[in-house]
């Protein structure tokens, strides 16, 4: 799958190219600037394309009047579940994404603007047992990491396996005007045989679990938990997933492998209630299988449940924002598209990657930078991962559950 290719339709894919102005600094929500090298517009975070000092400036305690920048229609529920009445200790809120709603704050610069909660030195200091200062995983790590992960992917699809038909990119103004300019599918062709390996299988498994609608509660039968355990165990063997843990471990993340896997199920298959059913919804069911809430869709961030649904007559493909850099699997793809009657409005998603690839990547930011843009890079081009933490309810020793996760391209 190619890239845009020309200047033009970069610009209108939400990439930055160099140019004069590379910080915020009295550019907060601007409107989009095609001749800079980085944008601090309110849609910036959302189309991956925001300067590096975009969410200290123009996010942060002294930003506090003006409103956040919303990113993806799907993560109004994320935001929305931040406007309850806000508590007053850092009790599984620590180091999360700042949030103006919040009566007292258990973010990383909290103690430099004054507005910690008052108990975030004594439950913070050493969260979860390790030292936010010296043991935090940094940026670099991350894109080690994240690179070892990308070359560890042997269940990709190979370029023969998938024919991909992207037709026309359009600009992300254009996004919210739900005009189907593509006639073809997005899939011309897939190797199903890719469906027969082990992890492909029991993620497959899973998708049918699910009611999409939000407001129903979800009820597991002992059959669609075990597949849960089916799929966890599956990934667990793939060097993918060994990348992960081995890196974490050494992170002091986790003290053995039986712990990685109890809180991977915890933080992904664990319910909570977006609508007004308790239990009616999960991570694992946002971001891989979609859901419909106020006539929109979201999460769907999967290209296996896309090219089925597809394939099934229940998918509309209409148009992207983004076609990724690469020239071999997996790629990147932002489009809009109709599923059975609703539409999504930005719908990123890795193209091509194995369950387990994904699940990892997105794995690796939340627990690294929960509720925040994780900076990636494989096969030598940056990607960022955008994460939102679940903050209504939580599980274990107030550890958090997965709102959402999805490609931001590059920043």
Same mark, same amino acid.
């Given at each position: =799958?190619?890239?845009?290719?020309?200047?033009?339709?970069?610009?209108?894919?939400?990439?930055?190219?160099?140019?004069? #102005?590379?910080?915020?600094?009295?550019?907060?929500?601007?409107?989009?600037?095609?001749?800079?090298?980085?944008?601090?517009?309110?849609?910036?975070?959302?189309?991956?394309?925001?300067?590096?000092?975009?969410?200290?400036?123009?996010?942060?305690?002294?930003?506090?009047?003006?409103?956040?920048?919303?990113?993806? +229609?799907?993560?109004?529920? &994320?935001?929305?579940?931040?406007?309850?009445?806000?508590?007053?200790?850092?009790?599984?809120?620590?180091?999360?994404?700042?949030?103006?709603?919040?009566?007292?704050?258990?973010?990383?610069?909290?103690?430099?603007?004054?507005?910690?909660?008052?108990?975030?030195?004594?439950?913070?200091?050493?969260?979860?047992?390790?030292?936010?200062?010296?043991?935090?995983?940094?940026?670099?790590?991350?894109?080690?990491?994240?690179?070892?992960?990308?070359?560890?992917?042997?269940?990709?699809?190979?370029? +023969?396996?998938?024919?991909?038909?992207?037709?026309?990119?359009?600009?992300?103004?254009?996004?919210?005007?739900?005009?189907?300019?593509?006639? $073809?599918?997005?899939?011309?062709? /897939?190797?199903?045989? *890719?469906?027969?390996?082990?992890?492909?299988? &029991?993620?497959?498994?899973?998708?049918?679990?699910?009611?999409?609608?939000?407001?129903?509660?979800?009820?597991?039968?002992?059959?669609?938990?075990?597949?849960? !355990?089916?799929?966890?165990?599956?990934? =667990? $063997?793939?060097?993918? =997933?060994?990348?992960?843990?081995?890196?974490?471990?050494?992170?002091?993340?986790?003290?053995?492998?039986?712990?990685? %896997?109890?809180?991977?199920?915890? #933080?992904?298959?664990?319910?909570?209630?977006?609508?007004?059913?308790?239990? !009616?919804?999960?991570?694992?069911?946002? /971001?891989?299988?979609?859901?419909?809430?106020?006539?929109?869709?979201?999460?769907?961030?999967?290209?296996?449940?896309?090219?089925?649904?597809?394939?099934?007559?229940? /998918?509309?493909?209409?148009?992207?924002?983004? !076609?990724?850099?690469?020239?071999?699997?997996?790629?990147?793809?932002? =489009?809009?598209?109709?599923?059975?009657?609703?539409?999504?409005? %930005?719908?990123?998603?890795?193209?091509?990657?194995?369950?387990?690839?994904?699940?990892? *990547?997105?794995?690796?930011?939340?627990?690294?930078?929960?509720? $925040?843009?994780?900076?990636?890079?494989?096969?030598?081009?940056?990607?960022? /991962?955008?994460?939102?933490?679940?903050?209504?309810?939580?599980?274990?020793?107030?550890? $958090?559950?997965?709102?959402?996760?999805?490609?931001?391209?590059?920043?």
């Amino acid at each position: =799958m190619r890239a845009c290719i020309s200047l033009v339709l970069a610009v209108l894919c939400g990439l930055a190219w160099a140019g004069k #102005m590379e910080s915020c600094a009295s550019r907060c929500n601007e409107k989009f600037n095609r001749d800079a090298a980085c944008q601090c517009d309110r849609q910036c975070l959302r189309h991956g394309n925001c300067c590096e000092d975009y969410e200290h400036l123009c996010t942060e305690d002294h930003k506090e009047s003006e409103p956040l920048p919303q990113l993806e +229609e799907e993560t109004e529920d &994320a935001l929305a579940s931040n406007l309850y009445s806000a508590p007053t200790s850092c009790q599984g809120r620590c180091y999360e994404a700042f949030d103006k709603h919040h009566q007292c704050h258990c973010n990383a610069r909290c103690q430099e603007f004054g507005n910690c909660c008052k108990d975030f030195e004594s439950l913070c200091s050493d969260h979860e047992g390790f030292s936010h200062s010296s043991d935090a995983i940094t940026k670099e790590e991350i894109q080690s990491i994240s690179e070892k992960i990308y070359r560890a992917d042997t269940n990709k699809a190979q370029k +023969e396996d998938i024919v991909l038909n992207s037709q026309n990119c359009i600009s992300p103004s254009e996004t919210r005007n739900q005009v189907d300019r593509c006639p $073809k599918p997005l899939f011309t062709y /897939v190797n199903e045989k *890719l469906f027969s390996k082990p992890t492909y299988a &029991a993620f497959i498994n899973l998708l049918n679990n699910y009611q999409r609608a939000t407001g129903h509660g979800e009820h597991f039968s002992a059959q669609e938990l075990a597949e849960q !355990d089916a799929f966890l165990r599956e990934i =667990m $063997k793939t060097a993918v =997933m060994k990348e992960l843990y081995s890196f974490l471990h050494h992170q002091n993340r986790y003290g053995s492998e039986q712990e990685f %896997v109890d809180d991977l199920k915890n #933080m992904w298959f664990g319910l909570y209630s977006r609508g007004n059913e308790e239990g !009616d919804s999960s991570g694992f069911e946002h /971001v891989f299988s979609g859901e419909v809430k106020k006539g929109k869709v979201t999460g769907f961030h999967n290209w296996i449940r896309f090219y089925l649904e597809e394939k099934e007559g229940l /998918v509309d493909y209409y148009s992207h924002i983004y !076609d990724g850099p690469w020239d071999s699997y997996p790629d990147v793809l932002a =489009m809009q598209f109709n599923w059975d009657g609703y539409y999504k409005e %930005v719908g990123s998603a890795f193209i091509g990657s194995s369950p387990e690839f994904e699940f990892a *990547l997105y794995s690796l930011c939340f627990i690294a930078r929960p509720g $925040k843009v994780c900076q990636l890079s494989l096969g030598g081009y940056p990607l960022a /991962v955008r994460t939102y933490t679940w903050d209504k309810s939580t599980y274990g020793n107030g550890k $958090k559950y997965i709102a959402t996760a999805y490609i931001v391209s590059s920043t």
